[in-house]
């Protein structure tokens, strides 16, 4: 059983940056591939970027070149570093551990990004 906690969301203003966390209980952290998702008001969640355990990185289009997606093992979280906000990247962000058929959730922080 892992737990999961976001922290880092905030209030912004479009071209600037936030630093979300998720922090894990649990001794396995190493074993999981860390996933951060979104979901903004009346749509789906979908997925903003992942790094595996080896530490293989993959984003979605939209967020190519603004996130950086890495995790920190010996603290057991995974951090996404958003620059350059654009108000569509305002959502509900939910961190997500995931190793085989096991998939654990946070509850999610706010980013709202202001125009």
């Known amino acids: 059983q892992v737990q999961l906690v976001e922290s880092g969301g905030g209030l912004v203003q479009a071209g600037e940056s936030l630093r979300l966390s998720c922090a894990a209980s649990g001794s396995t952290f190493v074993l999981y591939a860390i996933g951060w998702y979104r979901q903004a008001p009346g749509k789906s969640r979908e997925l903003v970027a992942v790094i595996s355990s080896g530490g293989t990185t993959t984003y979605a289009d939209s967020v190519k070149g603004r996130f950086t997606i890495s995790r920190d093992n010996a603290k057991s979280s995974g951090y996404l570093q958003m620059n350059s906000l654009k108000p569509e990247d305002t959502a509900v962000y939910y961190c997500?551990?995931?190793?085989?058929?096991?998939?654990?959730w946070g509850q999610g922080t706010q980013v709202t990004v202001s125009s």
């Open positions: 997500k551990a995931n190793y085989n058929n096991y998939n654990y």
